[in-house]
């Protein structure tokens, strides 16, 4: 295992009339061992980054280090993408078709010229870990999604990386299969200790296997820290939503009080806040009830149900102010709540995100 370091990484891609800045001055160290996250938007150089990790591309600037040794430097690739002991699994998981699962899982270790023999061990016991010992003699086209990209994950493992590079690893399959995908690549990480680079614009795939994530917004690093922090005190209303549903508000704030429409207030989760700004709220840290308190929960005001729809497992209700219907908020119930009916909005205080007009989260900066 090795741990990864980038100083400064830049790419920048020159078109005849434009650049884009891919990656833009990314400082960041992995220890060895750790499973790490890449969040961010479509397009915002996830990819890139971990293309130059792999050594796939050549950076514009900064440097790259697999534990001391410099791997990538301004310009040039130091080592190779071969003598990295990196293993890729990506979005399209490019099985070799004419081949079948077991020889697809073999290629890399005979294309390092491993005895045969040994070759057939590694094989076996990676299709036992992974449940493919019944499907070896089969072709890809013979097996399911799931079975074809746990070969891609047996196909990467048998080389005993140093470190596993992930690229949308899930996004292939259905939502059925995912979880249990996650879990695997979260076990086989953990009793490993693989250092695992795992990007995704899916929090899921990096809430259920990073110890550690980094968002990418325009190529920077915006935010380092736990999944759950990056989830609960997001560094800005992007990396917010980034997370997961939150429902953004713009609001007044004076003498302490926030107010979402005249006769809709909270206070104010931040002292001697006084002017605009813009609220988060996720849905489940709000409550519908026609009590007006609840255990930890401070009354909001009353609120009219619009629509009331069952989604993965849960109720989400849409509500308004009934004082101002152009504002919309969702809201996690236990059950069905009628449209028409009235109720009482609380929200669990210290939950509430506090945004800049720009977005920037002033929470953060609080704590
Ligand atoms: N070979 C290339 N030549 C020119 N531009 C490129 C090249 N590869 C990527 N880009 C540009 O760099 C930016 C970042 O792309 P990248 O693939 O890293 O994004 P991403 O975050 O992985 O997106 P997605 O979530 O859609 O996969 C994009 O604007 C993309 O168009
Ligand atoms: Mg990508």
Same mark, same amino acid.
């Given at each position: 295992?090795?741990?990864?370091?980038?100083?400064?990484?830049?790419?920048?891609?020159?078109?005849?009339?434009?650049?884009?800045?891919?990656?833009?001055?990314?400082?960041?160290?992995?220890?060895? /061992?750790?499973?790490?996250?890449?969040?961010?938007?479509?397009?915002?150089? =996830?990819?890139?980054?971990?293309?130059?990790?792999?050594?796939?591309?050549?950076?514009?600037?900064?440097?790259?280090?697999?534990?001391?040794?410099?791997?990538?430097?301004?310009?040039?690739?130091?080592?190779?993408?071969?003598?990295?002991?990196?293993?890729?699994?990506?979005?399209?998981?490019?099985?070799?078709?004419?081949?079948?699962?077991?020889? #697809?899982?073999?290629?890399?270790?005979?294309?390092?010229?491993?005895?045969?023999?040994?070759?057939?061990?590694?094989?076996?016991?990676?299709?036992?870990?992974?449940?493919?010992?019944?499907?070896?003699?089969?072709?890809?086209?013979?097996?399911?999604?799931?079975?074809?990209?746990?070969?891609?994950?047996?196909?990467?493992?048998?080389?005993?990386?140093?470190?596993?590079?992930?690229?949308?690893?899930?996004? #292939?399959?259905?939502?059925?299969?995912?979880?249990?995908?996650?879990?695997?690549?979260?076990?086989?990480?953990?009793?490993?200790?693989?250092?695992?680079?795992?990007?995704?614009?899916?929090?899921?795939?990096?809430?259920?296997?990073?110890?550690?994530? /980094?968002?990418?917004?325009?190529?920077?690093?915006?935010?380092?820290?736990?999944?759950?922090?990056?989830?609960? =005190?997001?560094? #800005?209303?992007? !990396?917010?939503?980034?997370?997961?549903?939150?429902?953004?508000?713009? !609001?007044?704030?004076?003498?302490?009080?926030?107010?979402?429409?005249?006769?809709?207030?909270?206070?104010?989760?931040?002292? =001697?806040?006084?002017? =605009?700004?813009?609220?988060?709220?996720?849905?489940?840290?709000?409550?519908?009830?026609?009590?007006?308190?609840?255990?930890?929960?401070?009354?909001?005001?009353?609120?009219?149900?619009?629509?009331?729809?069952?989604?993965?497992?849960?109720?989400?209700?849409?509500?308004?102010?009934?004082?101002?219907?152009?504002?919309?908020?969702?809201?996690?119930?236990? /059950?069905?709540?009628?449209?028409?009916?009235?109720?009482?909005?609380? !929200?669990?205080?210290?939950?509430?995100? !506090?945004?800049?007009?720009?977005?920037?989260?002033?929470?953060?900066?609080?704590?």
């Amino acid at each position: 295992m090795a741990s990864v370091r980038t100083e400064n990484l830049k790419k920048i891609f020159k078109k005849s009339k434009s650049e884009v800045h891919a990656v833009d001055g990314i400082t960041l160290t992995i220890p060895d /061992g750790q499973a790490f996250g890449v969040l961010g938007p479509s397009g915002h150089g =996830k990819t890139t980054f971990l293309r130059l990790v792999a050594g796939l591309e050549v950076p514009t600037d900064g440097n790259i280090y697999f534990d001391d040794d410099l791997v990538s430097a301004p310009g040039r690739i130091v080592v190779e993408p071969e003598h990295r002991g990196i293993a890729m699994v990506f979005q399209l998981w490019a099985l070799y078709p004419n081949m079948t699962v077991y020889d #697809n899982i073999a290629f890399p270790l005979r294309n390092a010229g491993v005895p045969k023999s040994e070759v057939d061990k590694r094989v076996r016991e990676i299709a036992e870990e992974l449940g493919l010992t019944r499907v070896l003699d089969h072709y890809p086209r013979e097996i399911s999604g799931g079975q074809m990209q746990r070969t891609a994950i047996a196909r990467a493992l048998v080389k005993n990386p140093r470190v596993l590079l992930l690229d949308e690893p899930f996004s #292939n399959l259905d939502a059925a299969m995912r979880d249990g995908a996650r879990a695997l690549v979260r076990r086989i990480q953990r009793e490993r200790k693989l250092t695992t680079i795992i990007v995704s614009h899916d929090p899921a795939d990096i809430f259920s296997i990073a110890e550690v994530a /980094g968002v990418i917004i325009n190529g920077k690093l915006v935010q380092v820290a736990p999944p759950t922090e990056i989830y609960d =005190k997001p560094a #800005n209303e992007t !990396v917010a939503k980034l997370g997961g549903d939150i429902n953004v508000i713009d !609001v007044k704030v004076s003498d302490g009080i926030i107010y979402i429409s005249n006769s809709v207030k909270l206070p104010s989760p931040i002292p =001697k806040l006084e002017g =605009k700004f813009r609220l988060g709220i996720r849905p489940e840290d709000l409550m519908l009830s026609d009590s007006t308190d609840a255990p930890g929960m401070t009354l909001v005001g009353r609120f009219k149900v619009k629509v009331s729809s069952y989604v993965a497992g849960i109720f989400r209700t849409l509500v308004s102010p009934t004082d101002d219907d152009s504002i919309e908020i969702l809201v996690n119930t236990n /059950g069905y709540v009628e449209p028409g009916s009235e109720k009482n909005l609380l !929200v669990r205080l210290p939950k509430v995100k !506090v945004f800049s007009e720009k977005g920037e989260s002033l929470t953060l900066a609080r704590s």
